[in-house]
């Protein structure tokens, strides 16, 4: 009977635990960590959230940029924090699959090592030469590479980035062969192409949207199936005849692995009310970053479908080394 009446006693204890951790979370400030320099597009979104959610946590927000080896530096931190909800990591895909997937870097993290929480941003690929380019339109890029294989230069923000594996796309859907030129992130791909030194780039529409729009560059396509709201006059992959070539640069919130179900529903709750608030959204779409809000099993089965689709072109790219 004592035994019966302890065992009762403990269970009625944890039913009790676990409201009352989520009514106490969070007691003090959250650490966002962004795996990419400051100013980049991922730190602005990122930021921007930050500032709107904390009011609805009630806790500051303090974002800590942990930039360095293509965002690994970062998603290692990440996993490794303890994981009690006051560390959520910024997670950027395809970048974490790659490094997971790539032998050669030694990632100190798994894709399990991440609990997906809230994504905030789909960030469209898109195809862009400087605005004096010989390429009128994304047909006239393809003939050239057709014409001279191994010549025209496309150029990425890193290896094994979702422009990498944008390019090798295209090479497989359009039967061409393009001179990959790897830099080290957006300011070096600008230089690039802006001094003539590489005929195009594969980047993002967020990190150029105000360029195309001041006439300093020119966009080709954009590699969705659907035009982007910032870009719609260009046309997309799929209405090109390349449904196949579908690239984009999702960001959002994980926590690592073994971090308490309230900790995660009470961030869930706050994060996706920021995203949806009416003073996000125009943030947002000054700096032309498209919002794409998952949760849940929704969010947990694009992370894992995403994974899914850059294990192909990782290994492809592999083998080109």
Known sequence: MIRRRTLIAAAGATALAA??????????????????????????????????????????I?????GGAGGQIGFTEGARARPDGYTVTFINL???STIVLDPERKAAFKMDSF????????????????????????ADLLDAAKKAPGKISACTTGILSDDHLAILMVDD?????????????????????????????????????????????????????????FLPDVPTTKE????????????GIAVPKGTPADAIKVLETAFLKAINNPEHIKKMDEQGLALKPMVGAEYAKYYADSHAAATKYTEWALKQR
């Open 115 to 138: 609990v997906p929480v809230v994504n905030q941003v789909l960030d469209p690929g898109v195809v862009w030469v400087k605005a004096d380019s010989p390429y009128k339109t994304f």
């Open 240 to 251: 090109l005849g390349f449904p196949s070539v579908i690239s984009s640069s999702t960001r």
């Open 94 to 96: 395809p970048s974490v």
């Open 173 to 229: 859907a359009a039967k061409v062969n393009f001179r990959i030129v790897h830099f080290e992130g957006s300011a070096q791909q600008l230089t690039g192409v802006m001094g003539g030194h590489v005929d195009c780039a594969f980047d993002n529409v967020g990190g150029i949207v105000k360029r195309v729009k001041s006439g300093e560059l020119r966009a080709l396509v954009v590699t969705d199936d659907q035009r982007s709201k």
């Open 62 to 66: 303090t974002v800590v940029n942990k």
């Open 19 to 60: 409201p009352a951790f989520a009514q106490n979370f969070p007691r003090k400030a959250v650490q966002m960590i962004v795996a990419f320099p400051a100013g980049g597009n991922t730190d602005i979104g990122a930021r921007i959230l930050a500032s709107i959610a904390e009011k609805d946590l009630g806790q500051p």
